[in-house]
């Protein structure tokens, strides 16, 4: 009994820890059909109206969008599927 209360504080200090480290996330996506030099800015805006991201940094030599986002608000998932709606598939690299 002693040993699963310990086993359980120590999950929970590990949650609330990971929680708090979490929040903020950056992630570089590889985007396709950015042809002209408007196309990051309807990356761009695609991605920033996705709750819960804060800042964009979209490149066209590159072909990439820079997304820092708050993990509790939104998902990876949910940043590649607004660039994709918008007509520009992208993925994560690494
Ligand atoms: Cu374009």
Do not use: H, W
């Not at 590990?14 to 996330?25: I, L, M, S, V, Y």
């Not at 804060?54 to 993990?71: I, L, M, W």
């Amino acid at each position: 009994m002693r040993r699963t209360l310990a086993a359980i504080s120590l999950v929970i200090a590990a949650f609330a820890g990971g929680a708090a480290f979490a929040a903020q996330r950056t992630v570089t996506l590889a985007v396709d059909n950015v042809m002209c030099p408007a196309c990051p800015y309807t990356v761009k805006q695609s991605l920033a109206r996705v709750a819960g991201v804060s800042n964009v940094v979209v490149s066209f030599e590159q072909k990439t969008a820079t997304v820092t986002y708050d993990d509790q608000k939104t998902t990876l998932a949910a940043l590649t599927n607004a660039t994709t709606q918008a007509g520009y598939p992208s993925r994560a690299v690494q």
